[in-house]
């Protein structure tokens, strides 16, 4: 697509629920990121993927956070049990290898846990 | 870990102004970049500084990379009411080998028409 899709755009959860939040980014990126961004915040990194390999999750908060990207296109970030401190805006970005063209950012899902 | 610091953290200004945007580390970075991000939506690339001491100019703006690379600077002349947002700057440690990039964070602009 012409650009990096996610969605749902808002995701209202229960504290306790699970949720997972979907990434589509832009055709031929092979690099894709999940970044977390509360609000007055600057997006903080939570994982990497290079085509279907997740090459860095150190910035995942906790175990109840996962992500996936099976065939090297579409990823998955899933949020088990969430809590009220999860709530924020998850970005979705895809590159090009390397940082020379900068990211191409999703609007984002905004989770709000209650 | 590496943290960007940006200063002021908010800026309200009359249109036809100037102003200047400051983005400091105590650590070196490979590259930076400066984003723009509107409400609901997700920040939207404007440059990519590599070199230290690098300026790029797009338009009105000016982006300024540090000698040292571990600083930058974001120049607006003649601001406009469309420039009102909040603007991220971000480094890439090419260290850490995944591309991550640390964020700031950011200065929001309000341009008073």
């Known amino acids: 697509g012409a650009g990096v899709s996610q969605s749902p755009r808002y995701k209202v959860a229960k504290r306790g629920q699970d949720v997972a939040l979907r990434c589509d980014p832009i055709?031929?990126?092979?690099?894709l990121f999940w970044y977390q961004q509360a609000l007055g915040q600057g997006p903080e990194f939570l994982t990497y993927?290079?085509?279907?390999?997740?090459?860095?999750k150190s910035g995942l908060p906790s175990d109840r956070f996962f992500a996936e990207r099976p065939e090297g296109s579409v990823s998955t970030l899933k949020i088990q049990r969430t809590q009220q401190e999860d709530s924020a805006v998850y970005l979705c970005?895809?590159?090009?290898?390397?940082?020379?063209?900068?990211?191409?950012f999703g609007s984002g899902t905004r989770l709000t846990v209650v | 870990t590496q943290l960007l610091e940006q200063s002021p953290q908010f800026l309200s200004i009359q249109e036809g102004e100037n102003l200047t945007v400051y983005c400091n580390s105590s650590s070196v970075f490979s590259s930076l970049q400066w984003y723009r991000q509107e409400p609901g939506e997700g920040p939207v690339l404007l440059v990519t500084v590599v070199t230290g001491g690098e300026v790029k100019k797009l338009k009105r703006l000016t982006f300024q990379f540090g000698d040292a690379r571990k600083d930058s600077s974001l120049h607006i002349t003649a601001a406009q009411p469309g420039d009102t947002g909040l603007y991220l700057c971000a480094g890439e440690d090419s260290g850490a080998g995944s591309y991550q990039l640390t964020f700031g964070k950011g200065t929001k602009l309000s341009v008073i028409p």
């Open positions: 970005a895809s590159s090009l290898p390397g940082l020379t063209y900068g990211y191409t």
């Open positions: 993927f290079q085509n279907e390999a997740q090459l860095d």
């Open positions: 055709s031929g990126h092979v690099s």
